[in-house]
């Protein structure tokens, strides 16, 4: 069969009428057709049409204004891309001055102000320099920070008179500009504050700013707390750096624990459906109260005279949430390695270090309330009993509640030994509770046993490993940075669990708060991941005289 001919002309594009035509449309004569043509698409010279904004932490394409077709109730409805609680103001554009330390606290800070402008002190770069030589996270942050100033400033040319797009690198989150001080700014500051520190120039570059642009606000953003209330007392606006929080209030961190209401059994009881499959009962669930349930969520039902109920959320499709019973690790014969849990949340933590399908558990409480005791048992039931894991490794952040000690001797085991005090508290009572029955010897044969299946590592040589088969601790976990958090659960290899321990109430760290702590962050990311569970424990089992001066101290 021979090929049909070659086209001689070019395909033309079908303008956008032609989609909404159908094909049994008639002839229309050439008045018709010229009343029913289509409006020209708007160009760069027409006027501009409004659109939703996208939402600051979307990375997608900008939408388009159309206005070729008619508004339908098709697109009536808001875009994904535009949600009501993210949109950006429509006033004007604001101008931060950035201090030194939050470009150290926050390499990507940079695009963290959406539309707003940015404005960097020639003393802030000076400052910078400074600080990018050696290994510290301070150091580290610098020199990314440079690199990026670097990058933005090369888009541009070298043009940096009508400041630079911070767009320019493909930040679509940022569409505001960055403006560097290339000329001395004229000020008058009061003689009391010396001239020549770095902070003073800075204040001074603010308040020559809002002499310059008076009609736009001027704010200076610092994490030092002296310079901001140095800038209220000067009548200069100041704010924090916020944006590095993962909450911006703690009490609405996630506890993994939520209270079914009293009439839950009276109102859902004829429309629960139950099953049973092993040792677990199955209920499902509907209604509102399914809604706001996520996966590895914890709930209780406890009332008088009505039947308990502790189960946790295996299953959420559609408008449905399916509740698993738990195990109960309070009574006697499901004790792990000789402990049992003494009340409810204890229960649940168990549950889910136990369970092989959860990888990632993080516990949160104050102190006494069981997180190290628990995590032990569970590990060393699970390396020496049943064999799921090859070996325990135990680490945690080495910071200082006081003034710090000095170099440690020995080898990286033995140097971390002094961090380890709490390991070895509840080794010890571990120990005693499995070989009690042995005597002294086979009390230190348990102690040889245990010691030769754990490992003590420090988190500054974590980067570039992988752990397979292991059951990793990470204790003292709310000194961690978000970004050491990101380092340590990513070293976690096929058939590893890790497990976060921390108080929040207790942060060693400088310059780290609850909001932005590494652990807080961990917990609100992974929370309603299939893999994951958090428990906050809410009461102290250590001792009476813990537990009332966790209260009142």
Excluded at 1 to 6: C, D, F, I, N
Aim: net charge positive.
């Amino acid at each position: 069969m021979p090929l049909p001919p070659a086209p001689t002309q070019r395909a033309a594009r079908l303008n956008a009428d032609a989609f909404n035509t159908s094909k049994a449309t008639p002839k229309r004569s050439k008045k018709t057709a010229a009343a029913a043509a289509p409006e020209p698409i708007a160009t760069a010279h027409s006027a501009p049409v409004p659109v939703a904004a996208p939402a600051p932490t979307t990375a997608a394409t900008p939408v388009r204004a159309r206005t070729s077709r008619a508004p339908t109730k098709a697109s009536s409805t808001p875009s994904p891309a535009a949600k009501p609680g993210k949109a950006r103001s429509s006033g004007p554009r604001k101008l931060f001055v950035l201090d030194t330390n939050v470009l150290l606290h926050d390499p990507t800070c940079l695009f963290r102000f959406e539309e707003h402008d940015i404005f960097l002190p020639m003393i802030v770069l000076e400052e910078m320099d400074a600080h990018k030589k050696g290994m510290t996270e301070v150091a580290r942050n610098g020199r990314q920070v440079s690199r990026s100033l670097d990058a933005l400033v090369a888009t541009q040319g070298g043009d940096l008179c009508n400041g630079i797009p911070l767009d320019a690198t493909g930040q679509r989150t940022a569409s505001g500009k960055l403006f560097f001080q290339t000329a001395p700014l004229p000020y008058q500051l009061p003689a009391s504050l010396p001239q020549g520190k770095a902070d003073n120039q800075i204040l001074g570059v603010v308040e020559a700013l809002r002499a310059q642009q008076p009609g736009r606000e001027v704010v200076l953003v610092s994490k030092d707390i002296n310079m901001r209330v140095k800038a209220r007392a000067l009548g200069l606006p100041a704010e924090d750096y916020q944006n590095d929080k993962a909450l911006d209030d703690d009490d609405l961190l996630y506890a993994g624990v939520l209270a079914l209401p009293p009439d839950f059994w009276s109102k859902a009881g004829k429309k629960i459906e139950s099953w049973q499959s092993g040792a677990h009962t199955y209920y499902r669930i509907s209604g509102p109260l399914a809604a706001g349930l996520m996966i590895n969520q914890f709930v209780y039902f406890e009332a008088p005279g009505e039947p308990s109920l502790y189960a946790r959320v295996t299953e959420i499709r559609d408008k449905t949430a399916v509740l698993e019973t738990l195990k109960d690790y309070g009574h006697a014969k499901n004790a792990v390695w000789g402990v049992t849990t003494r009340n409810r949340e204890q229960n649940f933590a168990m549950n889910l270090l136990m369970d092989p399908e959860v990888d990632f558990v993080t516990l949160t409480g104050q102190a006494g309330t069981g997180k190290t005791l628990l995590t032990l048992a569970a590990a060393l039931s699970q390396v020496l009993d049943e064999r799921r894991y090859s070996e325990i490794i135990m680490t945690r952040a080495t910071v200082s509640v006081g003034e710090d000690i000095g170099f440690l001797p020995g080898t990286e085991e033995e140097k971390m030994g002094p961090w380890m005090g709490a390991l070895d508290d509840n080794l010890e009572f571990l120990a005693k509770g499995d070989g009690g029955n042995a005597g002294e010897w086979g009390r230190a044969a348990t102690n040889d046993l245990i010691r030769s299946r754990i490992k003590i590592k420090s988190m500054n040589f974590m980067r570039g490993r992988t752990f397979l088969d292991k059951f990793v601790i990470i204790d003292e976990a709310q000194n961690l940075t978000p970004k050491q958090m990101k380092t340590l659960i990513t070293r976690a290899g096929p058939g590893t669990k890790i497990i976060c321990m921390g108080n929040l109430a207790q942060i060693d760290t400088p310059y780290l708060t609850e909001g932005s702590s590494g652990l807080t962050f961990a917990v609100d990311r992974f929370k309603g991941w299939p893999h994951s569970g958090h428990i906050t424990l809410a009461r102290g089992e250590r001792s009476r005289l813990a537990d009332f001066a966790s209260e009142v101290l």
